[in-house]
Structure formats: C-alpha cells, structure tokens
C-alpha cells in the first residue's frame, strides 16, 4: 500500500455562517491534519481521520478569534481538538463521493456525511512524486456540538446562524 502524506502547503480548510441574519463571517483552520488510509484508485474501501487545531482559528479579527476560543464557543483550553473519522465512503459518481463518519466538537461526537468530489492524480513535475486531490463540503448545525452562543438582534432573529458550512481542498503526496 502506498504511503499517503497530506500536502499542507497546498491544502485549505474554511467555513462561514451568517452574520446578523443578512451576512457571511468567513474563517479557516490553519493547522490541521488529514490521515488518509487506503488507495485512491478504490476511495471506497478507504478510510480518513482528519484532526483540526482548533487554536488554528484565524477569521481576520483577533477579537472574534479569542472569542471563538473562549468557552463561549470551542474552549480550546478543554477540548483543542475537532476530529472527524470516517465509517463509511460511498460512492456517487465517477468523482463524486459521500463520506459519513463521526465528527467530534466540544466533546460531543455526532454522525455527519460530508461531499467529497475526487479530484485525481496527477505527476508532479518538479518533484517526481503523485499527487492526488479532493475537495470536501458539508455543513452541520452548530448548536448540535454545544456551541449555542448567541445575541438577540434587535431588528428580530440573531447575530449568528445555526448553520456552519465548510470546505476544504486537499492535496496529498502519494509515495508508491
């Protein structure tokens, strides 16, 4: 079996969630970790853990970083870590996949399935080596995690939404 190492440098991991009922607030995780075990040539009987530094946080606002994570929201102090591990890959298309698998925030673990669309794999030219691509979409309530902070607008409704959508592009060194 091939060793698979996850790309960081050109690997990208974001999400956004409405903003006063009527904007995006956009961030990403800087610091994150993909495992990726199997062959992508079979994605199907592969598996993959994913492990997010939730400290990582970076929304372009240092006062809506700390605040992210205090215990308000994610308590980094407690729980550093967001991980996701896979249980099942089912494929859609040629390209098109379903992962499902159990992610964990906060302590509090729930089943999710997430879209991932396969990329291929391609030579590298200035290094020699395979490198294989995906990008993973999904979204999850947030208030599922314990994550429930949140203000009154006046104006009706609130400042943050319930739904968080990610994304994430990776690219993977595939030494055969």
């Known amino acids: 079996m091939a060793n698979v190492n996850l790309d960081k440098v050109h690997s990208a991991l974001n999400f956004e969630v409405k903003h006063m009922m009527v904007s995006k607030a956009k961030g990403e995780f800087q610091e994150f970790d993909v495992d990726f075990n199997g062959s992508?040539?079979?994605?199907?009987?592969?598996s993959v853990k994913v492990?997010?530094?939730?400290?990582?946080?970076?929304?372009?606002?240092?006062?809506?970083?700390?605040?992210?994570?205090?215990?308000?929201?994610?308590?980094?102090?407690?729980?550093?870590?967001?991980?996701?591990?896979?249980?099942?890959?089912?494929?859609?298309?040629?390209?098109?996949?379903?992962?499902?698998?159990?992610?964990?925030?906060?302590?509090v673990t729930n089943e999710e399935t997430f879209t991932a669309e396969y990329n291929?794999?391609?030579?590298?030219?200035?290094?020699?080596?395979?490198?294989?691509?995906?990008?993973?979409?999904?979204k999850i309530n947030r208030?599922?995690?314990?994550?429930?902070?949140?203000?009154?607008l006046e104006t009706g409704g609130v400042l943050i939404g319930k739904e968080v959508k990610f994304s994430g592009g990776f690219e993977f060194v595939v030494e055969e």
């Open 40 to 46: 992508f040539d079979d994605l199907q009987n592969a």
């Open 51 to 107: 492990t997010i530094d939730v400290a990582s946080i970076e929304t372009n606002n240092e006062d809506r970083n700390g605040h992210l994570k205090s215990g308000d929201f994610f308590d980094v102090e407690t729980y550093p870590n967001i991980t996701f591990v896979s249980k099942n890959i089912e494929k859609v298309n040629d390209s098109e996949f379903k992962i499902t698998g159990d992610l964990t925030i906060k302590g």
């Open 120 to 138: 291929g794999k391609a030579k590298d030219p200035m290094q020699g080596n395979t490198i294989a691509g995906a990008d993973v979409s999904g």
């Open 143 to 152: 208030e599922d995690y314990g994550l429930t902070w949140n203000a009154p």
